[in-house]
Structure formats: structure tokens, C-alpha cells
């Protein structure tokens, strides 16, 4: 099982830092340098990995984990809930729009993504992860989780990206209380330098957040005094894909 484990452990690093060379991820685990190639030729055969087309000493996701996202979202409530909504909050704002859900209070993972038509725009893949203290999409779930998770997150540490990144425990606190108040988060260069984002929960039938819904834009195109409308659209749409997810 230990190996079964490792090889998991070593393609969720592929996605997360592809193309990657395998000194890196040597360095990354700590493990021998033949272990992780050979767990990566083994992943490879079975199709959940490949050689980069640009560089063949980097290894990037195979067309295997490609085809089973989509297929296991496809058959979802959530996915079927959202996309007409998402596309038609783009066609809205003409910005992209993601779809999120949260890997317990480990980060938040995109899951779908319906892009503008800007020829600058922000991109972020299917698959790609981001804390949930600076981000909006994070924010708009911590907001309607339970205090002692919260603390709990609070307790590992809140990691600075930015000089706008709410490190601070009462900086999070407080700016969690705003997103309950106001129905959205907003992330301005708190993640990413010159990636903004507004996001908004998807709730189950309990109020426990599942996913969120995000405009994110580049910063050029962020605009303050439409926030306010911007707020408002994204968590309409979080709101009917909640509705119709649960059938009301």
C-alpha cells in the first residue's frame, strides 16, 4: 500500500508543478532518484502520465486523467447544475467564470471553466489548487464552515503571497464576517500579482458549502465601483446552481 500511496502522492505533484523533471521531484519527497522514476515510467504505461512533448526529461499529465475528470464530473449533480449558469454569467461580464470545490481544508481545486472572450484573460487549468485563506473562491467557503474549522486552518499557519494576502488571524476573521454579511468574496493580487477574482458559494441542503462560482478577471480590468453589481451576479448564479442542484 505504501507504494500505491506514493505513486498517488507523486502524480498529484506532476499536476501540480507539470512539466516537472524528476531531480525535482526528488527534491520535492525526498525519495531516490530511480524510486520516482520508475513509479513514473509506471504511470506512464498505464497512461496517467507522459513525457513532455517540448522537453522529454519532463513528465506532465497523460490523456487518462484528462478523460476521467470529465467523465466523472459529466455525471454529477453539481457539474449538470452549473454550467448553463456559468456560461451565462460570462456572457454577462465577459470574464472567465471557474468552478471550484474545496479538498477538505487543504486547498481549493478548479474543476470547470468557461472562458471569455478578451484576448487577455486570466487562465487557470482544470486541476489547479490554491489556499483557501487567499483566494476568493477559499474565502467564500471558509466563511460557511463551522468556527473550529476555521481555527483549525488558522492554527496550521496562514501563508503570505502578497502584501494583501490576510495572513493575519483577525485580518481572516473579520474579512470572513464581511463575506457572510455580503454574499461574496473578493480577491484582488492576494494569490496570484494581477489576478482578481469574485466567488461565491454553492451550498447543499444543510448550508455546507460544495463548491463556489468566480469571476476572475486581470487586474486592469478590475473596477471597484462595479463590484458591487459584480458581487450581486455571482452570488445569483452560485444561488441557481444550488437551486438547481437541489431541485427547488
Known sequence: MKSVTRSLRILEAVAQHQPVTVGELT???????????????????????????????RWEIGARVLAVRPAALQGSSLFAAARDPMVQLRD???????????????????????????????????????????????????????KQDIEELITQGLERYSETTPADPEELRAEL????TDGYAVNRNQWRPGVCAIAAPILDENGTPLATVAISMPDSRYDADELP???????????EITGRRLGT
Open 27 to 57: 527534491k520535492i519527497f525526498g525519495l531516490p532518484k530511480s524510486t520516482v522514476q520508475r513509479t513514473l515510467v509506471t504511470l506512464a504505461e498505464a497512461g496517467w502520465l507522459r513525457a513532455s512533448r517540448k522537453d522529454t526529461t
Open 92 to 146: 454577462k461580464v465577459n470574464e472567465t467564470i471557474h468552478l471550484s470545490v474545496p479538498d477538505a481544508l487543504q486547498c481549493m481545486v478548479v474543476v470547470d471553466r468557461v472562458d471569455c472572450d478578451h484576448p487577455v484573460r486570466t487562465f487557470h487549468a482544470i486541476g489547479d489548487t490554491s489556499p483557501l485563506h487567499a483566494t476568493a473562491t477559499g474565502r467564500a467557503v471558509l466563511a460557511h464552515l463551522p
Open 177 to 180: 464576517r464581511r463575506i457572510r
Open 229 to 239: 453589481e459584480w458581487g450581486r451576479l455571482v452570488a445569483d448564479t452560485a444561488a
